[in-house]
């Protein structure tokens, strides 16, 4: 099975499929939509993290650039009636760690908005997800090394203002990747954060 790739980037012809090139062979790769803003340009060198699957009539490389969204897939993809698309769509439509925060608030309401799935399908993923995604760090998987310490001094003064934790993860970690390019100190995040987390 193929588990990573380490090319050049192509092409992105369509919308959730790139080409790549590693030694002279071109893969064809499905992405979340959301990877899209972050590829390289075509020419530029890209690696990828691989899961395949493999039919009768056909083997289908889906690609991540986290491993926290390559560790979400396969486990979306052992839930009932949630194939490799629609685990790909899901990825697309909302950051790893909003989906598990969803799952652990049963937030089936929330879901059921992702395109392809309804309402008893997201009252599906509550329950069957349910207990599976509560030691899944994303917030700190997604965050680099030097904004960990950030992050955690963050949390724990959110945590003793009494905000539920685990929407105090998702908050951090979107204004830690939105503001990727500045210093941040734990004083800005947190005067950021507080105007979120209290809505």
Same mark, same amino acid.
């Not at 310490?149 to 970690?173: I, P, R, W, Y």
């Given at each position: 099975m193929i588990a990573r790739l380490h090319g050049t980037l192509i092409d992105a012809p369509i919308s959730q499929e790139i080409i790549i090139d590693v030694n002279g062979v071109g893969y064809e790769v499905l992405l979340p939509a959301s990877s899209f803003s972050k590829l390289p /340009?075509?020419? +530029?060198? $890209? @690696? *990828? #993290?691989?899961? @395949?699957v493999v /039919?009768? %009539?056909?083997? @289908? #490389? &889906?690609?991540?650039l986290t491993q926290a969204e390559k560790d979400l897939f396969k486990i979306l993809i052992n839930v009932s009636g949630v194939g490799g698309k629609l685990? =790909?769509?899901?990825?697309?439509?909302?950051?790893? +760690?909003?989906f598990c925060t969803a799952i652990q608030t049963? =937030?089936?309401? #929330? #879901?059921?908005k992702i395109p392809g799935i309804g309402k008893r399908t997201a009252e599906r993923l509550t329950v069957e997800?349910?207990?599976k995604l509560d030691n899944f760090d994303i917030a700190i998987a997604e965050i680099s090394s030097? %904004?960990?310490? *950030? &992050? =955690? %001094?963050?949390?724990q003064a959110l945590a003793q203002l009494g905000f539920k934790k685990e929407h105090c993860h998702t908050v951090l970690t979107e204004l830690i990747a939105d503001n990727s390019d500045k210093? $941040?100190?734990?004083?800005d995040l947190l005067r950021m954060a507080l105007g979120k987390v209290a809505k």
């Amino acid at each position: 099975m193929i588990a990573r790739l380490h090319g050049t980037l192509i092409d992105a012809p369509i919308s959730q499929e790139i080409i790549i090139d590693v030694n002279g062979v071109g893969y064809e790769v499905l992405l979340p939509a959301s990877s899209f803003s972050k590829l390289p /340009r075509p020419g +530029e060198e $890209l @690696t *990828l #993290l691989i899961h @395949t699957v493999v /039919r009768e %009539d056909a083997i @289908t #490389l &889906f690609g991540f650039l986290t491993q926290a969204e390559k560790d979400l897939f396969k486990i979306l993809i052992n839930v009932s009636g949630v194939g490799g698309k629609l685990a =790909n769509s899901i990825l697309g439509a909302m950051p790893v +760690e909003s989906f598990c925060t969803a799952i652990q608030t049963k =937030n089936s309401a #929330l #879901l059921s908005k992702i395109p392809g799935i309804g309402k008893r399908t997201a009252e599906r993923l509550t329950v069957e997800l349910s207990g599976k995604l509560d030691n899944f760090d994303i917030a700190i998987a997604e965050i680099s090394s030097k %904004d960990q310490s *950030l &992050f =955690n %001094d963050a949390m724990q003064a959110l945590a003793q203002l009494g905000f539920k934790k685990e929407h105090c993860h998702t908050v951090l970690t979107e204004l830690i990747a939105d503001n990727s390019d500045k210093e $941040l100190t734990v004083e800005d995040l947190l005067r950021m954060a507080l105007g979120k987390v209290a809505k």
